[in-house]
């Protein structure tokens, strides 16, 4: 009987760590869905915290905080070409032991746009780790991203 008791109350105090998981990852699915509905910089500016840095997937200097994502999005740097798309999968992630603070990590794809000449889109891949954190209303915000670039198949 103890050892039942004991068991039902391990069980009830894990049950809202894994509802808290699994917010985290829809979350993460949902801001993907929000880049191909409304695109990359409207989707970013939603979900991205005042103080946020995006360290890219290379061949871009960081962005610290959400004036200088800003700022790309009204130099032109930030939108994705018509036709092209950014979608990733979240796969792992960990959360704090309070809930504010959580890491999901995935596999993001790029493709192009069609060529004009009928050709096949080129297809980038790659890894990213992302950071989300609860800001004061209690809204879960990037606090960090950074991702890789996988090396390109070999033709």
Do not use: C, Q
Request: proline residues 9%; aromatic residues 10%; hydrophobic residues 45%.
């Amino acid at each position: 009987m103890n050892r039942f008791l004991v068991l039902a109350v391990l069980l009830l105090l894990a049950a809202p760590v894994a509802a808290a998981d699994d917010d985290l990852m829809a979350l993460d699915r949902s801001f993907s869905a929000a880049v191909a509905r409304d695109g990359l910089p409207a989707a970013y500016l939603a979900y991205l915290a005042e103080d946020a840095a995006d360290f890219g997937a290379g061949n871009m200097p960081p962005l610290y905080g959400r004036a200088a994502y800003e700022a790309s999005v009204r130099a032109g740097h930030a939108e994705n070409p018509p036709g092209s798309s950014l979608v990733w999968s979240p796969e792992h992630m960990r959360l704090s032991a309070d809930r504010t603070m959580g890491a999901v990590d995935g596999t993001w794809t790029y493709t192009g746009p069609p060529p004009k000449n009928g050709a096949k889109p080129f297809v980038l891949t790659g890894h990213y780790l992302r950071v989300w954190h609860k800001d004061a209303a209690g809204a879960w915000k990037i606090a960090d991203e950074m991702a890789t670039t996988d090396t390109p198949p070999k033709p």
